[in-house]
């Protein structure tokens, strides 16, 4: 009996209701086509959740998505399996989305196949792929367990690049990777774009590694974007106290390695985040407006946003 009572309390356990967190706040983002978009934030800051609503494989509590000018919320089936395919996730930990039963070469052609996109030999196409993501075909009969995080990645660039996708939202995809390795990829990542014409977001806690492979830097805290600039623009003139606090922690250049434990005190638990602008207690310029009123994103020179009343001047 007491089992019984144990197992229904477990119930009403899991049954309690979760608190609403609101990973994203009122974010207004937009990615042209051709152009790498770095997403930088602490983890916990949202950006994940972000990725995903991005790539269309988390549907947005509030507001609209749109791919290619249309609101993905109307979209034909077809069209939305088109978008669907155009979009690949590229995340951190190759492993979780490797079949560890699969070969690589199955790996590789099993989504194509299941379209209908393989006109010819099944084998061929693996080749081509892997190929495009560095990866040896010679090893295309073995299973993911016997490579090295690198060559796993690799396969799971190849797995992306296969259903010919133009657009690929990246979710911290080197940061697992030695640091010589994350270089290699990175490399990988800019010769794709420039052979296929593609697209990226690139999420990313590395200041360095975004630098590097970014046309422009959205930079998020708790849930917000708090500046948006072309890559050269924030480097050159950060505004918000945020981004100016990350980059006075990141030494230039460094693919890798870099954090930012540095920045004066904790991030506050997206759970309840602080009032007005969520970084007021931790901003050096904290005035009395910005522990109750949020600071609106504005232009502060061209193609340059930022979200900081000291703008108000
Ligand atoms: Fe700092 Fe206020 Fe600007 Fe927020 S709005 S970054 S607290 S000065
Ligand atoms: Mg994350």
């Known amino acids: 009996k007491g089992d019984i009572a144990d197992r229904i309390a477990q119930r009403l356990k899991l049954a309690k209701p979760k608190p609403v967190v609101h990973a994203v706040d009122s974010v207004d983002l937009s990615i042209r086509q051709g152009e790498v978009l770095g997403l930088v934030g602490e983890s916990g800051c949202g950006k994940s959740t972000l990725g995903r609503v991005v790539a269309g494989i988390l549907p947005p509590s509030e507001g609209d998505l749109y791919w290619k000018g249309s609101d993905r919320s109307r979209l034909s089936f077809a069209d939305l399996k088109a978008a669907d395919l155009a979009t690949q996730m590229i995340f951190q930990n190759p ?21 209908g996109m393989i006109p010819g030999d099944r084998r061929a196409y693996a080749d081509r792929y892997l ?105 050159a003139r950060p505004n918000h106290p945020y981004t100016r606090a990350l980059l ?9 390695k870099r954090k930012f434990e540095a920045i004066k005190g904790e991030l506050p638990s997206p759970l309840d985040p602080p009032k007005g602008c969520h970084f007021h207690p931790r901003c050096p310029f904290a005035m009395d407006r910005c522990r109750s009123e949020v600071p609106k994103i504005r232009e502060v020179a061209s193609g340059h946003r930022s979200a900081c009343h000291l703008n108000d001047g």
Do not use: W
């Open 248 to 256: 006075s922690e990141v030494p230039r250049i460094e693919v890798g």
């Open 131 to 235: 190929e495009m993501a560095g990866f040896d075909p010679a090893m295309k009969r073995r299973y993911p367990h016997q490579f090295s995080g690198g060559q796993r990645q690799r396969v799971n660039i190849a797995r992306a690049l296969a259903v010919q996708p133009e657009f690929l939202v990246c979710d911290e995809s080197v940061a697992a990777l030695d640091v010589s390795i994350q270089a290699q990829v990175i490399n990988l990542f800019m010769d794709l774009r420039e052979q296929l014409d593609l697209t990226y977001l690139f999420v990313s806690h590395d200041l360095g590694v975004v630098e590097h492979i970014s046309d422009r830097v959205a930079i998020m805290y708790l849930g917000r974007i708090v500046e948006e600039a072309p890559v050269e623009e924030v480097y």
């Open 95 to 115: 492993m979780a989305a490797l079949n560890p039963r699969m070969t690589v070469e199955d790996i590789v052609t099993e989504a194509p196949h299941s379209h």
